[in-house]
C-alpha cells in the first residue's frame, strides 16, 4: 500500500498533463501551430520533476499517470522517442487512457507518420466523444494523406461539438478550396477570420489579391 506521502506525489504530478489542443493546418511548417502550451518560465523545474518521476518508476510503481506525465516531460524537453515511449507504457498499463493515445498521436502527426497518428486519435475518439482536437487533428492526418472527404467530416463533427474554434474553420477552409469550392472557403475563412485567426486573415488577403490580378 502507497504511502500518504508517496501517493500524494502521484496526484501531484497530474497536474502536469499537457493541454489537449487543436492544430491549424499551415502551408508551411513555419507556420504550423505546436501543440499543447507549455508552462510559464520558471513555473516548474522539468529536470527535478522528471527525477522524481524516474524514482517513482525505480520504486516499482506502475502507474500509468506517472508515465504519462514523464512522457511530458520528455515532450516537453523536446525528447520526442522518449516522450511517445512513455505514452506507450502508459497505454500499456491502462488501455483507457484517451489523453496518452492523444499526446502520442499528436507525436506521430509531427513525425509525419499520419496512419499511426489516426489510430492514436481513433482511439481517442471511442474513449472520449467528446474530444474536439481529436476529430480535429485526425481530421489534419487525413487532409496530410490527401483524404479530403474523411478529413472534412472530421472537421465538421468537430464543428457540432464547438461551432467557435476558428482553427476549424480554417482548416475546413483549406478543404473546400483543395476540393475547388472557393465560395464555402471563403465563408469558413471569414468565419475564422473575424475571431481573430492569423492564418485566416493572411490567406483572405492573398486570395483577395489574387483576385484583382
Known amino acids: 500500500m502507497l504511502s500518504k506521502n508517496l501517493f500524494f506525489n502521484i496526484l501531484f504530478s497530474a497536474l502536469l498533463l499537457i493541454p ?5 493546418i499551415a502551408e508551411s511548417s513555419r507556420d504550423q501551430a505546436v501543440p499543447g502550451e507549455r508552462p510559464e518560465k520558471g513555473s516548474f523545474d522539468p529536470e527535478s520533476e522528471l527525477k522524481r518521476l524516474d524514482d517513482m518508476i525505480e520504486m516499482g510503481i506502475k ?14 524537453k523536446g525528447d520526442l522517442d522518449e516522450a511517445r515511449e512513455d505514452y ?16 502520442r498521436g499528436l507525436l506521430y502527426l509531427r513525425a509525419k507518420k499520419y496512419e499511426e497518428a489516426i489510430g492514436d486519435f481513433s482511439n481517442t475518439i471511442s474513449l472520449k466523444p467528446e474530444s474536439v482536437d481529436a476529430y480535429c487533428n485526425r481530421g489534419n492526418a487525413y487532409s496530410r494523406l490527401g483524404k479530403t472527404d474523411l478529413a472534412l467530416k472530421d472537421y465538421d463533427m468537430a464543428l457540432k461539438l464547438d461551432p467557435k474554434d ?3 474553420y480554417y482548416n475546413r477552409a483549406l478543404i473546400y478550396l483543395k476540393k475547388g469550392d472557393r465560395p464555402k472557403a471563403l465563408a469558413n475563412l471569414q468565419i475564422a477570420a473575424r475571431s481573430g485567426h ?16
Open 198 to 213: 492569423k492564418l485566416a486573415k493572411k490567406y483572405l488577403k492573398r486570395l483577395n489579391s489574387e483576385k484583382k490580378r
Open 88 to 103: 506507450a507504457r502508459a497505454i500499456e498499463i491502462d488501455g483507457s487512457y484517451a489523453d496518452a493515445y492523444y499526446n
Open 20 to 24: 489537449l489542443t487543436c492544430e491549424a
Open 63 to 76: 502507474n500509468p499517470v506517472v508515465f504519462y506525465n514523464r512522457g511530458w516531460i520528455h515532450e516537453y
Open 166 to 168: 476558428p482553427d476549424l
